[in-house]
Nanobody, 127 residues
Framework: QVHLVESGGGSVQAGGSLRLSCAASARTARKYAMAWFRQAPGKEREVAAAISWSGDNTEYADSVGGRFTLSRDNTKATVYLQMNSLKPEDTAAYYC????????????????????WGQGTQVTVSP
């Protein structure tokens, strides 16, 4: 079982930055691919960014590419989502997700591919 704890959400004006962190409780020999998803009111949950266990491979939604950077520190069992040049349309609840994997280099982008979820953290961007 993996428990994910998110932090770093909040309110910011358009053009500002936020950094989300997600710490996993389990430090084991198992490999975990991770991702940040987001869900705005009335919309489906969508991937914002995903990262492989090695951290060498990442994938970003077209809407955040060039503005968001996902990284991880496996020694701390933590992933970080740096969000720059934030826009009002980035307003959503952001969820960290993890899944076990045998691949060091593969990432996953669908919600149904993930086993573990954090409680969510709200990001609000005002015009």
């Amino acid at each position: 079982q993996v428990h994910l704890v998110e932090s770093g959400g909040g309110s910011v004006q358009a053009g500002g930055s936020l950094r989300l962190s997600c710490a996993a409780s389990a430090r084991t020999a198992r490999k975990y691919a991770m991702a940040w998803f987001r869900q705005a009111p009335g919309k489906e949950r969508e991937v914002a960014a995903a990262i492989s266990w090695s951290g060498d491979n990442t994938e970003y939604a077209d809407s955040v590419g060039g503005r968001f950077t996902l990284s991880r520190d496996n020694t701390k069992a933590t992933v970080y989502l740096q969000m720059n040049s934030l826009k009002p349309e980035d307003t959503a609840a952001y969820y960290c997700a993890a899944r076990s994997t045998t691949s060091e280099n593969y990432y996953y982008t669908r919600p149904d591919q993930y086993e573990y979820w954090g409680q969510g953290t709200q990001v609000t961007v005002s015009p």
